[in-house]
C-alpha cells in the first residue's frame, strides 16, 4: 500500500465575485505519493494555482475531500493552517519571492528563525548545507538583486527547505526562467527529492519542460485529463 502525502477526491473550488461564479476546479481527484515528484500541466487559468493554493492551505476548497498528511485541512482555522503549513510544506514561487533587503544566507535562515527555536550556530549548519546542495554556498552574502533569475530559484529551493518540509509546493518556478536554466531548476528539484526524500509538486504550462518526470497530470479548464 503506497502512503499518501495528499488525496483529493471529487474536489471542487468555486470563486464568488459581485457579478458570477467561476469554478476553478471541477471535481478533480489525484494522489501523491512520499518522495515524489509530480507535475501539473495547463494553460494559463486553467486551476493549477487554486489547486497548489488549496493543497498548501493557503485557500479552502468549496467541497469534495482533500487529505494533506491524512489530516483533513479544511477543518483547521487560520492559526492551525499557519501552524500546519510551517511545520510540513515549502513554497516556491514564480517570481522569487525573495527578501530584497536581506542576503543570500539571510533569506535562507528567516524561515527558521520564524518557526524553529534552533542556536544561531545549529542554523548557520543548516544554512549552509543547503546552500551547498542547491550551488550557491559562494553567492551566499549577495543581495537578490545582484543574483540571476536561476540562481534567484535556487535560493527558493533553498529557502523552501529550511524547515524540512515533507511536500514542496512550486507555482510555476520555471516560468521567469529561459529554457536551459528551467531544466537545470526541475533536474536541481528532482535531486533534491532524491537526496532529501521530500516530494515536489510543481505545476507549469510549458510541458516541454517535464518529459522525465514520474508523475504527470494534464488539467484543463479546471478538469484533470486522463
Ligand atoms: P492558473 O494558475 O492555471 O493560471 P488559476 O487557478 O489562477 O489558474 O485560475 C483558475 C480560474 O479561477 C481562472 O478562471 C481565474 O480567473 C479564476 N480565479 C483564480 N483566482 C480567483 C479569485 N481569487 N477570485 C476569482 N476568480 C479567481
Ligand atoms: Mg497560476
Same mark, same amino acid.
Given at each position: 500500500m503506497p502512503e499518501y502525502l495528499v488525496k483529493a477526491n471529487n474536489l471542487k473550488k468555486v470563486y464568488h465575485t459581485e457579478e458570477i461564479e467561476i469554478e476553478a476546479l471541477k471535481s478533480i481527484s489525484f494522489t501523491i505519493e512520499k518522495a515524489s515528484f509530480v507535475t501539473f500541466i495547463g494553460p494559463s487559468g486553467s486551476g493549477k494555482s487554486t489547486l497548489l493554493n488549496l493543497v498548501g492551505c493557503l485557500d479552502k476548497k =468549496?467541497? %469534495?475531500?482533500?487529505?494533506?498528511?491524512?489530516q483533513d485541512v479544511s477543518g483547521f482555522n487560520v492559526k492551525e493552517r499557519t501552524a500546519f503549513r510551517g511545520e510540513n510544506i515549502g513554497f516556491i514561487f514564480q517570481d522569487f519571492n525573495l527578501i530584497p533587503v536581506l542576503t543570500v544566507f539571510e533569506n535562507i535562515e528567516y524561515p527558521l528563525i520564524m518557526v524553529k527555536n534552533i542556536s544561531k550556530t545549529e542554523r548557520a549548519e543548516t544554512v549552509m548545507s543547503l546552500l551547498e546542495a542547491v550551488g550557491m554556498a559562494d553567492q551566499r552574502n549577495k543581495m537578490p538583486n545582484q543574483?540571476? %533569475? %536561476?540562481? #534567484?530559484? +535556487? !535560493?527558493? *529551493?533553498? +529557502?523552501?527547505? =529550511? =524547515?524540512?518540509? /515533507?511536500l514542496v509546493l512550486a507555482d510555476e518556478p520555471t516560468a521567469n526562467l529561459d529554457h536551459d536554466t528551467a531544466y537545470k531548476i526541475i533536474n536541481l528539484m528532482r535531486d533534491i527529492k532524491d537526496k532529501f526524500g521530500t516530494s515536489f509538486v510543481f505545476s507549469t504550462h510549458d510541458p516541454k519542460i517535464v518529459?522525465?518526470?514520474? !508523475? #504527470?497530470?494534464?488539467?484543463?479548464? %479546471? /478538469? *484533470?485529463k486522463e
Open positions: =468549496t467541497s %469534495g475531500e482533500l487529505l494533506v498528511l491524512d543574483i540571476s %533569475g %536561476g540562481q #534567484k530559484q +535556487r !535560493v527558493a *529551493i533553498a +529557502r523552501a527547505l =529550511t =524547515t524540512q518540509p /515533507k518529459n522525465e518526470v514520474n !508523475v #504527470k497530470y494534464t488539467i484543463e479548464d %479546471g /478538469k *484533470i
